[in-house]
């Protein structure tokens, strides 16, 4: 089974075409400029892209590639409103799929790589090259597997008497009070941001509706079944026990050592729900700016009566794609990220996991390793909720989730969120 076929039907889902207003770039600006968009705005990430884009240059006499980096929580909004005149849009930019993606495709704005990505790419990345794949055709090159789940700080659950990790998510609720009941701050979320406060209500409802009725609300946007709002009062009955950290609402995801990823760096809370993104993150924030040490994985509790399989799991495959007006050298730079040299040297910065199987070998993390295991296992990776359902819903679900934990909203209102905005297409 291809385990990333839902990522792939949410990616071709029929969208609303996003209205934005136009923005000045100096891309496209000759056949030997590549401007390059990516969001690794700190420590090894950053360094990485600029170290491959030196060595492209070295390999090929005479061309520039223009960097930015931008931060990860901008950088969809950037590139939205640049790609409205692609002509002066970014050459090549990054991609997670969805009806976001979807609808860059259907106004002709990125290019079509079917025909032009290297034989490497094929082979290499063959499992996941489908969630880069829109209707029959391929527009882009992976680089990272992104499942998500939750990250934890061993030290902390020893600190507490904790000696496992839960599987289900009354035992999950258990740990969270005995954490809290220690004086440690169990959870770290950055509410601020939105998307990490929903990626709860993402979680839950995945594992409350049947897969089916996710499918099928992914497809037409009918949130009717009642698994929706159940999720909601299961996100509800998390937030009453009062065991995120102090300030969550106003607490950044990833940005320096007072945001929920620096939180858990810095042993100062004990779990974050976050994309197998988060070792390298968390390394870029710790006081040596070095590993944390003692970080930990395990999958999304399972939901007693939930209806959804419990081995399922949530994430994205992120790629790189290339603007329909770009000169030929960028669709080289693109192939050139998915060399095996490149994807293991990107692991590595990043501390993730690479599109390229065989360049997953130089993965040491053990936590990434568990991950991947879990992974192996899982009977279908989902996209991210918001993504797949596009901007005006995703945005609307965020909101809404983050509404209801700071209580002006009810689990109703956040069902009421997504298909109000459904409905107004």
């Given at each position: 089974?291809?385990k990333f076929?839902?990522v792939?039907?949410a ?15 100096t891309?496209n600006a000759d ?12 420590g090894?990430?950053?360094?990485y ?5 030196a060595s492209?240059e070295?390999?090929?006499?005479g061309?520039t590639?223009?960097i930015?980096?931008i931060?990860?929580e ?17 050459d090549v930019?990054?991609?997670?799929g ?7 495709i259907?106004a002709g ?7 032009k ?12 090259l489908?969630s880069?794949?829109f209707?029959?055709k391929v527009?882009?090159v992976?680089v ?6 939750m990250w934890?700080?061993?030290d902390l659950f020893?600190?507490?008497g ?7 998510w009354?035992?999950f609720?258990t ?6 009941e ?5 959870i ?5 941001d ?19 009725v ?7 946007k009918d949130?009717?079944?009642?698994c ?7 996100l509800q009955?998390?937030?009453e ?8 609402l106003?607490?950044?995801a990833?940005q ?9 760096a810095n042993?100062k ?11 390298g ?8 700016q070095k590993?944390?040490?003692d970080?930990?994985?395990f ?8 209806e959804?399989?419990?081995s399922?799991m ?8 290339v603007?329909a007006y ?6 080289d730079f ?8 490149n994807q293991?040297?990107?692991a590595?910065a ?6 390229s199987v065989p360049?997953r070998s130089v ?8 991950i991947?295991t ?11 909720m ?10 609307a ?12 909203g009810?689990?109703?209102?956040i ?7 459904a409905d107004k297409?």
């Amino acid at each position: 089974m291809n385990k990333f076929k839902t990522v792939l039907a949410a990616a071709v889902a029929a969208a609303t075409m996003i209205g934005v207003g136009a923005c000045g770039s100096t891309s496209n600006a000759d056949d030997t400029t590549i401007t390059f968009w990516h969001n690794a705005t700190t420590g090894d990430g950053k360094q990485y892209w600029e170290d491959l884009a030196a060595s492209f240059e070295k390999e090929h006499p005479g061309v520039t590639v223009e960097i930015q980096a931008i931060q990860n929580e901008d950088l969809d909004g950037k590139l939205q409103t640049a790609m409205q005149d692609p002509s002066s849009g970014p050459d090549v930019f990054l991609l997670q799929g969805g009806d976001k993606t979807k609808d860059l495709i259907d106004a002709g704005d990125v290019m079509d790589l079917t025909d032009k990505i290297s034989d490497t790419v094929k082979t290499d990345m063959s499992s996941v090259l489908s969630s880069a794949t829109f209707d029959g055709k391929v527009y882009g090159v992976p680089v990272a597997v992104e499942p998500g789940g939750m990250w934890y700080s061993k030290d902390l659950f020893e600190q507490a008497g904790i000696s496992g990790v839960p599987s289900t998510w009354d035992e999950f609720l258990t740990d969270a009070k005995q954490l809290k009941e220690s004086g440690i701050d169990a959870i770290a979320l950055g509410a601020k941001d939105a998307w990490p406060a929903a990626h709860w209500y993402y979680w839950l409802a995945l594992r409350e509706c049947s897969a089916d009725v996710y499918n099928d609300s992914m497809t037409n946007k009918d949130f009717s079944n009642s698994c929706w709002v159940t999720a909601g009062e299961k996100l509800q009955q998390l937030n009453e026990l009062g065991v995120w950290n102090d300030g969550y609402l106003t607490t950044t995801a990833q940005q320096g050592a007072n945001s929920s990823a620096g939180l858990l760096a810095n042993h100062k809370a004990a779990m974050e729900l976050m994309g197998a993104w988060e070792p390298g993150v968390v390394k870029d924030l710790t006081s040596d700016q070095k590993a944390m040490s003692d970080l930990g994985f395990f999958a999304f509790p399972s939901v007693d009566g939930g209806e959804g399989d419990s081995s399922a799991m949530m994430g994205s495959v992120a790629f790189f794609s290339v603007n329909a007006y770009a000169p030929n050298i960028a669709v080289d730079f693109v192939n050139y990220m998915g060399e095996q040299k490149n994807q293991e040297n990107y692991a590595t910065a990043f501390s993730t996991i690479p599109a390229s199987v065989p360049a997953r070998s130089v993965v040491t993390d053990e936590s990434l390793k568990q991950i991947i295991t879990y992974l192996d296992k899982s009977s279908e990776m989902e996209l991210w909720m918001d993504t797949s359902l596009g901007t005006n819903i995703g945005n609307a679900l965020n909101s809404a989730v983050v509404n209801m934990l700071s209580g002006k909203g009810t689990p109703e209102d956040i069902v009421k969120a997504m298909q109000d905005a459904a409905d107004k297409g």
